[in-house]
């Protein structure tokens, strides 16, 4: 399994981005995909579960009507459009599968939302 994540960068408040986590090594349209984030200091946390097939989501109440996640099978990739992004937003973030009862990780893309 491989998750690899692009599309971090630094955004200005208020500002949008876009990131993308391409799959490899398993069956990814049989899979709920998933992001987390990790900012400075604190715990990993969970931001947005998409389902198999796209027609279901789920998404923490920080994050709730400003992030969109959705999903490519054809592409095996995965996305997570962020609006209104606030200082607070700042974070690795993460893709996640967990296949076979594991859970894989990519390395991250790092968000910094700062004026």
């Known amino acids: 399994v491989q998750l690899v994540e692009s599309g971090g960068g630094l955004v200005q408040p208020g500002g949008s981005l876009g990131l993308s986590c391409a799959a490899s090594?398993?069956?990814?349209?049989?899979?709920?995909m998933g992001w987390f984030r990790q900012a400075p200091g604190k715990e990993r946390e969970f931001v947005a579960i998409?389902?198999?097939?796209?027609?279901?989501?789920y998404y923490a109440a920080s994050v709730k009507g400003r992030f969109t996640i959705s999903r490519d099978n054809a592409k095996n990739t995965v996305y997570l459009q962020m609006n209104s992004l606030t200082p607070e937003d700042t974070a690795v973030y993460y893709c996640?599968?967990?296949?076979?009862?594991?859970?894989?990780w990519g390395k991250g893309t790092l968000v910094a939302v700062s004026s």
């Open positions: 090594g398993f069956t990814f349209s049989t899979y709920a």
């Open positions: 998409i389902n198999w097939s796209g027609r279901s989501t």
């Open positions: 996640n599968v967990r296949f076979n009862g594991v859970d894989y």
